[in-house]
């Protein structure tokens, strides 16, 4: 058995979300930006987010699966579910929940880049370097974290644990 242990609380998340949100509120004002939300890990941080900045803004999702379960998965991607809403000339941010190889941010960004959005930059609340395995630019970032799984604020573990209010490690039961 697996059992979460804190390491980023959820005062700490909701401290830096505000502050990703002033950022990004100052950058998109009067822009009417669309924040890309990709499911499902980033739709607690992008709930947030976007109450934050509170400007005008509109939403819209992807759904991309990596294929494979557990914590480690094939490098490839897919589309599973893609946005409904015109982007050409648009002020697009992504909106990740965590980036780790890189791989699925990527894939993202060069689809939608095809579409000529206006603007196209990529705001993450988790950023774990240790496993990038394709660079990927971050205009925005809230936290770096170890070479660890973690779960919690959205992000799970073969579906389970996103309710977490606060980002959590897995450790083995004693
Ligand atoms: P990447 O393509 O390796 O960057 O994978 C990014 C995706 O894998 C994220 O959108 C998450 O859904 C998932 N992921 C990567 N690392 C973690 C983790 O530590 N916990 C939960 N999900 C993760
Ligand atoms: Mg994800």
Known sequence: MKKPRVIITQEDIAKKVDELA?????????????????????????????????????????????????????????????????????????????????????????????????????CTLFNKPSKRKVEVPIDYVGFTVPDAFVVGYGLDLDEKFRYLPDLCILEEQK
Do not use: C, Q, W
Request: net charge positive.
């Open 22 to 122: 002033a950022e990004i509120r100052k950058d998109y004002r009067g822009k009417n930006p669309l924040l890309i939300g990709i499911l499902k890990g980033s739709f607690v941080f992008l709930a947030d987010l976007v109450r934050a900045m509170n400007i005008p803004a509109e939403i819209d999702f992807v759904r991309l699966a990596s294929y494979g379960s557990g914590t480690e998965s094939s490098g490839k991607i897919k589309l599973v579910k893609d946005i409904e809403t015109p982007i050409k000339d648009r002020h697009v941010l992504v909106v990740e929940d965590i980036v780790d190889r890189g791989l699925t941010v990527r894939f993202l960004l060069d689809y939608l880049s095809f579409r000529k959005p206006a603007s196209l930059k990529l």
